[in-house]
């Protein structure tokens, strides 16, 4: 007879793989719906951001990203996008932060016809709410931003809602070392004329690594993202697929 621990071991490993199964069979049975050779195409990239964050006097806070993005690397491989980010941020608590902030994005290369051009520019606004709590070894972070799009070409503002958790498990053995799982979901909240984005799912992102921290000062993320997209032009909800190596740099002052 089996000990009523061991079949609780055994109910619980059999439902484990019972989710996966199932897990798995959604994501095959949603890429064949969404993949035709006409609509579906897929892509090996490189991200390699650099985000700094410092604090200011009385309970301020101060950040820069700079993003340089690279496509096409089964191939020739050229730079797709340079995204450089400044924001102001105030610590309303240990956990709790709100932040206002900018970016400009350059899009470089882009494989589109007239009338948008093979570079163009993009202005954003955005306004963050910015959570995180430590639980002994495991880390969470929580971020939902709104932004407001200016878009090169395209008559109007774009709104786009996004959010993200972040997970983070320090080694026991390894503490420098830790696991990492990420996930962010774009949606645009309306259409912008003929040429600008539709109200909808935008993409999600997947990401899971390693993060090597060296000091309280510096530490970086190392590992695979996973970024499913959804072009207006295709009637499918998703249609394009990125493999990105993602490299990512933290500094902290």
Not at 55 to 73: G, I, N, T, Y
Not at 180 to 205: C, I, K, Y
Request: charged fraction near 20%.
């Amino acid at each position: 007879m089996q000990s009523a621990a061991a079949q609780m071991r055994q109910r619980r490993w059999k439902q484990g793989i019972a989710i996966a199964a199932f897990a798995w069979s959604l994501l095959a049975g949603g890429e064949t719906f969404a993949q035709s050779p006409s609509t579906f195409s897929q892509d090996f990239r490189l991200w390699s951001p650099v985000f700094m964050t410092a604090k200011l006097p009385s309970s301020f806070l101060a950040h820069l990203e700079v993003q340089p993005r690279f496509a096409d690397l089964d191939e020739a491989g050229h730079i797709d996008q340079l995204i450089l980010r400044p924001a102001i941020g105030y610590q309303l608590t240990e956990n709790l932060s709100i932040w206002q902030g900018y970016a400009w994005v350059g899009n470089f290369n882009q494989p589109h016809t007239p009338p948008r051009p093979a570079f163009f520019e993009e202005s954003r606004i955005y306004q963050q709410i910015l959570y995180s709590r430590k639980f002994d070894s495991f880390k969470i972070t929580s971020r939902t931003r709104l932004e407001e799009r200016w878009i090169e070409h395209v008559d109007g503002t774009a709104v786009r809602f996004r959010t993200g958790l972040r997970g983070m498990y320090s080694l026991p053995k390894a503490p420098e070392w830790a696991l990492v799982a990420s996930d962010e979901v774009f949606v645009h909240l309306n259409t912008v004329g003929a040429r600008g984005p539709q109200a909808g799912f935008d993409q999600n992102r997947f990401f899971v690594g390693i993060n090597r921290t060296f000091s309280k000062y510096f530490n970086m993320d190392v590992g695979y993202q996973n970024q499913l997209l959804n072009s207006r032009s295709i009637p499918n909800l998703a249609n394009q697929m990125n493999h990105t190596i993602l490299f990512q740099f933290f500094i902290n002052i």
